[in-house]
Antibody
Framework: QMQLQQSGPGLVKPSQTLSLTCTVS??????????WDWVRQPPGKGLEWIGS???????YYNPSLKSRVSISVDTSKSQFSLRLTSVSAADTAVYYC??????????????WGQGTLVTVSS | SYVLTQPPSVSVAPGQTATITCGGD??????VHWYQQRPGQAPMLVVF???VRPSDIPERFSGSKSGNTATLIISRVEAGDEADYYC??????????FGGGTKLAVL
């Protein structure tokens, strides 16, 4: 059974960089059927897609965050990571990693990490 | 940017049928995915490709689509179905879009 385990700090100071890692177990990341995604949810609000990465390194980002976000992958460690620079209080949210199951296009998010509440505060 | 419209809330009595809609331009040409999110938990996929139910999801959950409106249908609603529900599509193939979410209240 595939599992995604998130790690990273829960508190980041304004203007600094948010960094989170998602470790995948129970299956290989090197599979043509999958992308690996990040999604966030501000307190009391809805879901917002941040971006995706393919195991070979190809990425897609939400245009509203593109200038500040970077997603990377390390298949040797079965991990993918999120970096968000120049954070502000508006970036306070629960951050989720997820597996995207796609066949010939883009697909559904069928496995999710447990979520990490990241608070931006001095 | 692309917008998916969901009703903010839906209320239903136990044992009845809940319908949650998701509307968007050209939705008729897109695959719609649905997620359930219970309080304090991560989202969980309940329907994908508009009408397909994952094997571990109860048969009470189903999806349909007519024109530019997709619908999540929950039959014989139980107290444990009380949650937020989100629809999701891909705008072109490069940007994921979620609906604003619908809070299902079981009366």
């Amino acid at each position: 059974q595939m599992q995604l385990q998130q790690s990273g700090p829960g508190l980041v100071k304004p203007s600094q960089t948010l960094s989170l890692t998602c470790t995948v177990s129970g299956g290989s990341m090197k599979n043509n059927d999958y992308y690996w995604d990040w999604v966030r949810q501000p307190p009391g609000k809805g879901l917002e897609w941040i971006g995706s990465i393919y195991y070979s390194g190809g990425t897609y980002y939400n245009p509203s965050l593109k200038s500040r976000v970077s997603i990377s992958v390390d298949t040797s460690k079965s991990q993918f990571s999120l970096r968000l620079t120049s954070v502000s209080a508006a970036d306070t949210a629960v951050y989720y990693c997820a597996r995207e199951n796609q066949r010939g296009g883009r697909g559904q998010l069928d496995h999710w990490g447990q979520g990490t509440l990241v608070t931006v505060s001095s | 940017s692309y917008v998916l419209t969901q009703p903010p809330s839906v209320s239903v009595a136990p044992g009845q049928t809940a319908t949650i809609t998701c509307g968007g331009d050209n939705l008729k040409y897109q695959s719609v995915h649905w997620y359930q999110q219970r309080p304090g938990q991560a989202p969980m996929l309940v329907v994908f490709d508009s009408v397909v139910r994952p094997s571990d999801i109860p048969e009470r959950f189903s999806g349909s689509k007519s024109g530019n409106t997709a619908t999540l249908i929950i039959s014989r609603v139980e107290a444990g179905d009380e949650a937020d529900y989100y629809c999701h599509v891909w705008d072109t193939t490069t940007e994921a879009v979620f609906g604003g979410g619908t809070k299902l209240a079981v009366l």
